[in-house]
């Protein structure tokens, strides 16, 4: 789905989410450095990642779209194969 196709409150929450993950990564510390943002926060960011997400499941759910599916590469191996059986010829008693 293309981003011209999403409601304005869809385009809201990919933004939201977008500008948020890149927060965190920006301020994710170093191995060994201590963290700049507090426990609360840490919690608060966790807490809108969850609002963010089930309200993009509500919406949609509303437009009948499925958030099961995922993109596959089309050189990406198959999860099942089709395999041929042959039986042995009869043999008469």
Known sequence: MGIEN???EQRILRVLRKVLANI?????PRP???RSLSDDTVADIRDLFGL?????AELAEEAGLSRKP????????KKAHS?????????PN
């Open 52 to 56: 963010i997400a089930e309200r993009e």
């Open 83 to 91: 395999v041929t059986v042959h039986r042995p010829p009869k043999k």
């Open 70 to 77: 995922r993109p596959r590469f089309t050189d990406e191996p």
């Open 6 to 8: 999403l409601s304005k």
């Open 32 to 34: 060994g450095v201590p």
């Open 24 to 28: 965190v990564k920006e301020t994710a």
